[in-house]
């Protein structure tokens, strides 16, 4: 009768806890990232020689044809969210596509200057 300890097996590192890490870690970036949200429909900026990315608070799109979005609002709704706004504080990012025509554009800049928007800035692309 053989009265020794058994002959003990060499324990292997568990992956457990690398893989708990790593799901902490992607729920932490989850939780923290900001997901921005679609553009309301295509716009093509027009290009420029020289500009600065805009970063504005407000973003008024408009597309060819001078349909018009900002903050959820569409068309009639968007002058009076717009003059809703705090005219002083406010700067405005106008994502106007390229076909858009000139005489439209000139429109509604006139319009925002007649709500007291005057910080407005016109996005474009580098050349």
């Given at each position: 009768?053989d009265l020794?300890?058994?002959?003990?097996?060499?324990?292997?590192?568990s992956i457990v806890?690398?893989?708990?890490?790593?799901?902490?870690?992607?729920?932490?970036?989850?939780?923290?990232?900001?997901?921005?949200?679609?553009?309301?429909?295509?716009?093509?900026?027009?290009?420029?020689?020289?500009?600065?990315?805009?970063?504005?608070?407000?973003?008024?799109?408009?597309?060819?044809?001078?349909?018009?979005h900002?903050?959820?609002?569409?068309?009639?709704?968007?002058l009076?969210?717009?003059?809703?706004?705090?005219?002083?504080?406010?700067?405005?990012?106008?994502?106007?596509?390229?076909?858009?025509?000139?005489?439209?554009l000139?429109e509604?800049l006139?319009?925002?200057?007649?709500?007291?928007l005057?910080?407005v800035?016109?996005a474009?692309?580098?050349?």
């Amino acid at each position: 009768m053989d009265l020794s300890p058994p002959l003990r097996k060499s324990r292997t590192e568990s992956i457990v806890p690398m893989i708990n890490v790593v799901f902490l870690l992607l729920i932490f970036f989850l939780m923290t990232s900001q997901i921005a949200p679609p553009d309301p429909f295509e716009v093509t900026v027009p290009t420029a020689r020289d500009g600065s990315d805009a970063q504005a608070k407000v973003v008024l799109y408009i597309d060819g044809t001078g349909r018009m979005h900002v903050d959820g609002a569409e068309d009639a709704a968007v002058l009076p969210r717009l003059q809703a706004l705090n005219a002083a504080e406010t700067e405005l990012l106008l994502r106007a596509d390229a076909t858009l025509e000139a005489a439209r554009l000139a429109e509604i800049l006139m319009t925002l200057a007649q709500l007291n928007l005057t910080r407005v800035e016109l996005a474009v692309t580098r050349q």
